[in-house]
């Protein structure tokens, strides 16, 4: 997967731009508030749809503006597309992919496959379960675009649910005539997510665990479980009819404690991916250096099962990441960023171990090569 060139207009502090990248690696080199991760978030909003920083698409239009736009030129190993998307102060977003438009943005998401790396993403190991449940549905989308409708239907189900379980003081005659209906459309949905998640749980940790050889030489050995809120078993959870009786039955056995709580107490929205190091959990246990390890590792765990899964690397975008690493950690990532596109940022200078790069100034919103 190849980005061939980004168009931008009026977007954060960029007027207008027009910027091609090479096939290897690219450095946005510039000062602190140049538009340097301004330009990574425009790439990778077509492979997420929607900003990385987890930013309004009210926000990207330039203070003094109504209207942006981007246009992305990509390639993969089959065709060159290109992806455009209007944004307005006051309309939603129009969306084209080579110039037809496009209803949703659920329907292109996968087609331009990136994964972003930043210093933020420690989060990912330090903050609490949505963090990691985010990191999972990312991931999984990018692989599996109906994955993501499947999210979103859970989320519909979740939210009606939810406003019955509220109002079930009020009207419980409502409650009592379709509490059946809305658990057992969330406990399908469950289901099926479960397994996914799973699923990519074990390449995930396979993938880890050769990444954290090769980077610690093997002094560290990582793993990851997923932890259920449903009670289940691994092994009933990985079959989707088994799951879904189970997950059915619990959400028809607790009717009161829900109501006490206002809210759907189990489901997928609720579970958490336990990321333990040498059988620790890293999240309490783990120092600051094998933190960001693990948010490395699981990083480029996610960039190797998207090429193993899809035969190509995705684009790697990494804002602002070898200031934080150490020399092993920096060497390692060079070696990695060999497998394809690379487009990086960084303020000072980055030693790249002598790989070609090309460099891209950025200057108040502005790109020279
Ligand atoms: N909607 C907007 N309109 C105009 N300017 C904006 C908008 N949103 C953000 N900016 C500006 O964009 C500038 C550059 O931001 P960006 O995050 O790309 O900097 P950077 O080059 O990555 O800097 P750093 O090295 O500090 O990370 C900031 O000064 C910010 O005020
Ligand atoms: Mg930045």
Redesign the pocket.
Known sequence: MKVKKICAED???IERAEVSFSDGINL?F????????????AICYFSLGKSFRGAKDA???????KTAKLSLDFEDKVRERNLTIDFSKDQARKIEQNGMKISRMSEIIGLFRAVIFCPEHLNIIKEGPSMRRFYLDVAISQLRPLYLRSLQRYNHILQQRNKLIKNAEKDRKSFDATIEFWSAQLAAEAANITKQRLRYIEAAERELKICFDEMTGGRETPSLEYDFSFKINGEDAADPKRAQEIFFNQLMSSHDREIYAGATLWGIHKDDLIIRLDGKNARNFASQGQQRSLALGLKLSEAAISASNTGESPVLLL??VFSELDAERRSYLCERMKRGQVIM?A?SDVDLQNEHVNVIE?KN?TYSS
């Open positions: 977007f954060r502090n946005l510039g000062a602190n508030a140049q538009g340097k991760t301004n330009l990574l978030e926000e990207f239009i330039a203070f003094d503006k804002d602002d940022t303020c950025v919103g």
